[in-house]
């Protein structure tokens, strides 16, 4: 499995390989000047101690070259750490990107099936975990393998009998690093998990804070946190014991493989046939010291590799999640007049929960369209089947006659504005907000957006205008948030709009002037809307009365309260009190 994940990743390196290259070169003259350093210091030994006058001046030159090679190395070292770097962030910048991208493109059957802080806990955390693993990686595998060889062959030149000795011992270390390593692997998993676990947990009570205070169930929502964050300790601290026993458990295993050398080393300097100085088993115990350095580096590494493995895991399994079918080829519809259609139309979110079946009606250009009913009954889907958020199970809805699955999202959905229950105001000034999603609208039409919606007004109280930054959960009321959202579909001027309670946040008067602002919008344009409050649409061209996925009355209000059928009854219900 970490193959296949490793694999990808790579496939993600590709394009910045000259990176790997610059590390790699950088990594082999590091490590030259690294390994040649313990020659140079045998020589110095062995001109003290193997003679009775001390050359001075060959001695001077000698710690001159290691001087040098030490800067020389500092030097390569530094541009390997670099190259590493900017290799990791190139690649996971390359995988943040395309993980936001699949966010706006994958399929939102299984965006509404997926909480929010878990998928943000796989752009950010998950992400940042397997670029840690990565700049790991590279700067001490690279460093680490190449090390190994070159220590390897300076040994058996030096002293092929203990060198022997070194390559046969050092597998136990490798070993007790692989036992370790697959005790973590599932430690490191559940890990993730948890934190994925957490950070929906977090988002979901930071998001209805005011909800839990409202309800007094803040000690509960302590204590749920306490069991998700209990749990994400228990595995973390099971994850992190193994990494953290990885290390030592290597070092101790080599520190008695190097005691064993030094002694045995000993005993053949004393043996004149081996022909071994002081000063060559300095470097040979310095080579071999270098030799199981990697292995340790190595062991340490692995604990972070399972971490960033199953982080990697994680993002791959969104990534390869299934992207809403390309409609590239598909019709630009354009000059959209705003005659829609429904013909038969039966969905639902789950094929054992029905929902909308065999749904038809007909809205003529320049209609208002509104649709009522209880809660689930079916108004939002609708909605989201005409954006094309969905489509049909079965029957077809169309836009001037042409099956809006034959036409590309892009241009059916330019033909809609939308203002829903729910306000978004992005981080940015209330120039911006307003003129989302308008093509480099002029600063007069944005204003005369924010005047016609009655905000103009408020936004020239505040600091800086237009030019004020909004966005926070403070800086604006929920109704003024709303108007926002209205102006920018008053600057859009779509053919066809969508008003989902577009004015449930307003007071009494202010909505009263939005009304009657969208009575002039919506002149010559086609109009669906939502509404629980049944006196905003009296005037409506055609009212559809939905119950468990049908219409089943649908005319003007008048008409439905003489009927004195199921909308006689939610509006007499509505207005008992009145």
Same mark, same amino acid.
């Given at each position: 499995m970490n193959k296949g994940i490793l694999k990808r990743i790579l496939s993600y390196i590709k394009p910045y390989r000259i990176w790997l290259y610059v590390s790699l070169i950088s990594a082999l003259i590091y490590v030259f000047t690294t390994l040649y350093i313990p020659i140079l210091t045998g020589d110095a030994i062995n001109l003290i101690v193997g003679s009775h006058l001390v050359d001075f001046k060959k001695v001077t030159i000698k710690i001159l070259f290691i001087v040098g090679l030490f800067i020389l190395g500092s030097i390569f070292q530094w541009i390997m750490a670099y190259g590493a770097n900017t290799l990791s962030y190139q690649t996971v910048k390359d995988i943040r990107k395309q993980t936001i991208n699949k966010i706006l493109n994958v399929e939102l059957r299984y965006l509404d099936k997926i909480s929010p802080g878990d998928i943000i806990t796989r752009v950010i955390s998950d992400v940042d975990q397997v670029s840690d693993g990565l700049i790991q990686c590279f700067q001490q595998f690279l460093t680490g393998i190449v090390t190994i060889i070159g220590t390897l062959i300076l040994m058996f030149i030096i002293c092929w009998p203990i060198a022997i000795a070194v390559v046969v011992l050092t597998p136990l270390s490798m070993f007790v690093a692989s036992f370790i390593?697959?005790?973590?692997?599932?430690?490191?998993?559940?890990?993730?998990? +948890? $934190?994925?676990? =957490?950070?929906?947990?977090?988002?979901?009570?930071?998001?209805?804070?005011?909800?839990?205070?409202?309800? %007094?169930?803040? +000690?509960?929502?302590?204590?749920?946190?306490?069991?998700?964050?209990?749990?994400?300790?228990?595995?973390?601290? +099971?994850?992190?014991?193994?990494?953290?026993?990885? %290390?030592?458990?290597? *070092?101790?295993v080599n520190a008695i493989i190097y005691a064993v050398l030094a002694v045995g080393g000993a005993l053949l300097v004393l043996n004149k046939d081996f022909n071994l100085s002081i000063g060559s088993l300095y470097s040979f115990l310095t080579y071999a010291s270098h030799y199981t350095k990697p292995f340790n580096e190595i062991s340490g590494v692995i604990a972070e590799l399972q971490n960033s493995f199953a982080s990697a895991k994680r993002i791959f399994a969104f990534l390869d999640q299934e992207e809403q079918a390309s409609d590239k080829d598909n019709l630009k519809i354009e000059d959209v007049k705003g005659l829609v259609r429904l013909e038969d139309v039966s969905f639902s979110y789950e094929q054992n929960q029905k929902l909308i079946e065999h749904l038809s009606f007909r809205a003529k250009p320049g209609a208002s369209v509104a649709i009522v009913g209880p809660t689930g009954c079916g108004k939002t889907t609708l909605i989201n089947l005409l954006m094309r958020f969905y489509?049909?199970?079965?029957?077809?809805?169309? /836009?001037?006659?042409?099956?809006?699955?034959?036409?590309?999202?892009?241009?059916?959905?330019?033909?809609?504005? &939308?203002? /829903?229950?729910?306000?978004?105001?992005?981080?940015?000034?209330?120039?911006?907000? @307003?003129?989302?999603?308008?093509?480099?609208?002029?600063?007069?039409?944005?204003?005369?957006?924010?005047?016609?919606?009655? #905000?103009?007004?408020?936004? &020239?109280? &505040?600091?800086?205008?237009?030019?004020?930054? #909004?966005?926070?959960?403070?800086?604006?009321?929920?109704?003024? *948030?709303?108007? =926002?959202?209205?102006?920018?579909? &008053?600057? *859009?001027?779509?053919?066809?709009?969508? =008003?989902?309670?577009?004015?449930?946040?307003?007071?009494?008067?202010?909505?009263?002037?939005?009304?009657?602002?969208? $009575?002039?919008?919506? +002149?010559?344009?086609?109009?669906? @809307?939502?509404?629980? *409050?049944?006196?905003?649409?009296?005037?409506?061209?055609?009212?559809? #009365?939905?119950?468990?996925?049908?219409?089943?009355?649908?005319?003007?209000?008048?008409?439905? /309260?003489?009927?004195?059928?199921?909308?006689?009854? /939610?509006? %007499?219900?509505?207005?008992?009190?009145?």
């Open positions: 390593a697959k005790s973590s692997a599932k430690s490191f998993k559940e890990q993730s998990i +948890k $934190r994925g676990d =957490l950070g929906s947990f977090s988002n979901e009570y930071v998001s209805n804070q005011k909800i839990v205070i409202s309800y %007094n169930q803040q +000690k509960e929502a302590i204590k749920k946190f306490d069991e998700i964050n209990e749990e994400l300790g228990k595995y973390t601290f +099971k994850a992190q014991l193994f990494g953290a026993l990885a %290390n030592p458990s290597t *070092r101790f489509d049909p199970n079965e029957g077809a809805i169309k /836009l001037e006659n042409y099956d809006i699955r034959d036409l590309t999202r892009d241009s059916l959905r330019e033909s809609y504005g &939308m203002v /829903l229950q729910d306000t978004w105001i992005f981080q940015g000034t209330i120039k911006e907000n @307003i003129a989302y999603g308008s093509e480099n609208p002029s600063e007069e039409e944005i204003i005369e957006a924010a005047k016609r919606a009655k #905000v103009h007004n408020f936004v &020239m109280r &505040m600091e800086n205008g237009y030019d004020t930054i #909004v966005g926070g959960s403070n800086d604006l009321s929920e109704g003024q *948030r709303q108007l =926002l959202c209205i102006a920018r579909l &008053m600057l *859009r001027k779509p053919q066809i709009l969508i =008003l989902d309670e577009a004015t449930s946040s307003l007071d009494t008067r202010t909505e009263l002037i939005i009304q009657q602002n969208f $009575r002039e919008l919506i +002149k010559g344009k086609t109009s669906f @809307i939502i509404a629980h *409050r049944l006196s905003t649409i009296t005037e409506a061209d055609i009212i559809l #009365v939905m119950k468990d996925g049908n219409v089943i009355e649908q005319g003007t209000h008048d008409e439905l /309260l003489n009927k004195r059928g199921f909308y006689y009854e /939610l509006y %007499n219900a509505q207005f008992a009190n009145d």
